[in-house]
């Protein structure tokens, strides 16, 4: 049996060092990353553990909000894990999913982290209507010049060309060239 420690906050600003101190004595290995838990996408860190967990091994993190903030992205990592034989622990809150109880409190919290989140979001959202009410939000500035594209465009180059050339992704060369076309 091996334990592995996960840690995880948001963003580069944020320090890991308080989780990994809790794990360390408790863990064979630890692996962190950087990366919003809203989603499990981009999450390479969680991914190669989850790939690597063998029978009889436990993912073990701080705080089940470091592994997951939806209920749904929580059940997919547990059950991955139930499926492989593995378990989790989540030590701040003493789960433990090799046990009945523990799934079932784990469950609990599952849903009260993605609660948690949705009135985040919300807050935020009538904080972006009430600030562009006001008019002092204009949201994201324009990363995009569309002039540079369809000049690009008009001196020869393709798509493929010019989105390399101004460092954006192909498929919004070729969105805004279709948005702009005169045929």
Do not use: C, H, W
């Amino acid at each position: 049996m091996t334990k592995y420690g996960y840690a995880r906050v948001s963003t580069t600003d944020q320090d890991l060092s308080i989780q990994n101190e809790q794990l360390k004595p408790l863990v064979d290995v630890i692996r962190e990353e950087k990366q919003s838990a809203t989603s499990l996408k981009n999450r390479s860190e969680l991914r190669t553990l989850l790939d690597f967990i063998r029978k009889g091994d436990v993912l073990v993190v701080t705080r089940i909000d470091r592994l997951a903030r939806s209920v749904a992205d929580l059940s997919s990592v547990v059950q991955e894990l139930n499926d492989k034989g593995a378990s989790l622990e989540v030590t701040e809150q003493s789960i433990d999913t090799s046990t009945p109880a523990g799934n079932a409190f784990l469950q609990m919290l599952g849903v009260f982290a993605e609660f948690e989140t949705n009135i985040r979001r919300e807050r935020q959202m009538e904080g972006i209507a009430k600030a562009k009410e006001a008019g002092k939000y204009r949201g994201r500035k324009k990363s995009i010049d569309l002039s540079a594209i369809l000049k690009l465009k008009e001196d020869g180059m393709g798509p493929a060309a010019i989105s390399r050339e101004l460092g954006i992704a192909r498929s919004s060369v070729y969105r805004i060239l279709a948005e702009n076309s005169t045929g």
